[in-house]
């Protein structure tokens, strides 16, 4: 039987075949796997204001603030039934909160982490008329499972209504 021999050449075209077909498959297999570990990665993003029209005041020890109106929960990683974001996987989380409040009394927000360690804070003094806002946010790393919620420290209050004034909001960086 007849090989096709390249006419400038002389090799066997086969030759070439067998050569670059394991390297290139070996290239494909990796460019898969990295895809697949790609597409594995959770997609974690949620945003939520604390919603309802007013002010939430505590002069009886810290109040836990629930976020209730939801504008954002992709991975399903936040509840406004609790005010409570758990860490669907260990990573990196960007985590930002912002507390307005009238300039009457003192405002603040606290961001905790499994209901102990202060991550950080928003707070405000009194400071005459009209109202302030204040704001913090960082990189995080979480363990699976951690829980973050904000308070209100003792003594001190929060406001908002329907164009989102107070908010708490995190999305996954990249996970570790």
Not at 47 to 56: F, H, I, V
Not at 133 to 142: I, K, R
Request: some cysteine.
């Amino acid at each position: 039987h007849h090989m096709p021999f390249h006419p400038l050449t002389g090799t066997v075209c086969v030759c070439v075949c067998v050569c670059v077909f394991p390297a290139l498959k070996q290239r494909l297999d990796a460019a898969e796997k990295e895809m697949k570990a790609l597409a594995d990665v959770p997609k974690v993003a949620f945003a939520a204001s604390l919603g309802g029209n007013g002010l939430q005041k505590t002069t009886s020890g810290n109040k836990k603030l629930i976020y209730k109106d939801v504008l954002t929960n992709v991975g399903e990683a936040y509840s406004s039934e609790t005010g409570e974001f758990t860490a669907p996987v260990r990573g990196v989380y960007y985590i930002r909160f912002t507390a307005n409040s009238p300039t009457d009394f003192p405002m603040s927000a606290v961001l905790y982490k499994n209901g102990a360690e202060i991550q950080l804070i928003a707070h405000e003094q009194p400071s005459g008329e009209g109202s302030d806002t204040a704001s913090n946010g960082a990189a995080l790393l979480l363990e699976e499972g951690d829980r973050l919620t904000l308070e209100l420290w003792h003594n001190t209050q929060i406001w908002d209504n329907s164009n989102h004034h107070s908010t708490f909001s995190g999305f996954l960086l990249f996970p570790m």
